[in-house]
């Protein structure tokens, strides 16, 4: 079972909102992904929680902020998002980081429209 | 720098037919796998297969395999008996690891497979 799952799937905030992205996974995996992906484009690593530790921060906006309260659950909270900002957000996860061998697994990803 | 170059932005194919995507990668890890992604419209980014750089044989999935040439970084994902379902984004990715404790996957530009009938 190979299984990551996102919600919600799509979600339409304006400029001053606050909400949260919702990440899961159930596989035992040790690490935790955001990616941002503009359409046309490949996924853009923004954020990696290791051991649940943050250990990638890609230079992101302080608007986004990620978190993982524990193994199996990562949440990425978003605050006063500008437009541009609209996008797919991926959330993936892999078993053994650092190793060659490690894998990603991508959720179904969830759309964003910021108004 | 870790790169990794798709030089087709678009291919097609006819359903039932083959079709070969290419990838060449740059990377100075000496332990390392390559990976090839399916994203069709439904967005989710499926693994399709994976490729050990130390192993000498071509990894194979089912109608997808790899023609893996180390010495001139080249990863090319062939997909035999084309069906209206591999419509997709394909990506090629190769990985760099980090701090010891979580890599990073570097994706080329992806191209887009259209299946005709």
């Known amino acids: 079972d190979t299984e990551v799952t996102q919600t919600p799937k799509h979600l339409v905030m304006g400029m001053t909102n606050k909400k949260s992205l919702k990440c899961e996974q159930h596989?035992?995996?040790?690490?935790m992904y955001w990616y941002k992906q503009k359409a046309k484009k490949p996924p853009e690593l923004m954020f990696v929680?290791?051991?649940?530790?943050?250990?990638i921060n890609e230079s992101v906006p302080s608007r986004f902020s990620p978190e993982c309260p524990n193994s199996s659950l990562l949440n990425l909270h978003l605050h006063a998002l500008q437009p541009e900002d609209s996008a797919l957000y991926l959330c993936?996860?892999?078993?053994?980081?650092?190793?060659?061998?490690?894998?990603?697994?991508f959720g179904p990803g969830t759309r964003l429209t910021v108004l | 720098a870790q790169t990794v170059t798709q030089s087709q932005p678009e291919m097609s194919v006819q359903e039932a037919e083959t079709v070969t995507l290419s990838c060449t990668y740059d990377?100075?890890?000496?332990?390392?796998?390559l990976f090839w992604y399916k994203q069709p419209p439904s967005r989710q980014m499926i693994l399709v297969i994976r490729?050990?750089?130390?192993?000498?044989q071509n990894a194979t999935e089912n109608r997808f395999s790899v023609n893996f040439q180390k010495a001139a970084k080249s990863f090319s994902l062939k997909i035999s008996d084309s069906q209206l379902g591999d419509a997709a984004m394909y990506f090629c990715?190769?990985?760099?690891?980090?701090?010891?404790?979580?890599?990073?996957?570097?994706f080329g530009t992806g191209t887009r497979l259209q299946v005709t009938l």
């Open positions: 596989m035992g995996h040790r690490a």
């Open positions: 993936a996860s892999s078993q053994e980081p650092g190793l060659a061998a490690d894998t990603q697994y």
């Open positions: 990377t100075s890890e000496s332990d390392y796998y």
């Open positions: 929680y290791s051991y649940e530790k943050l250990s």
């Open positions: 490729q050990e750089a130390y192993k000498q």
């Open positions: 990715a190769s990985p760099r690891a980090h701090t010891g404790t979580a890599s990073k996957l570097t």
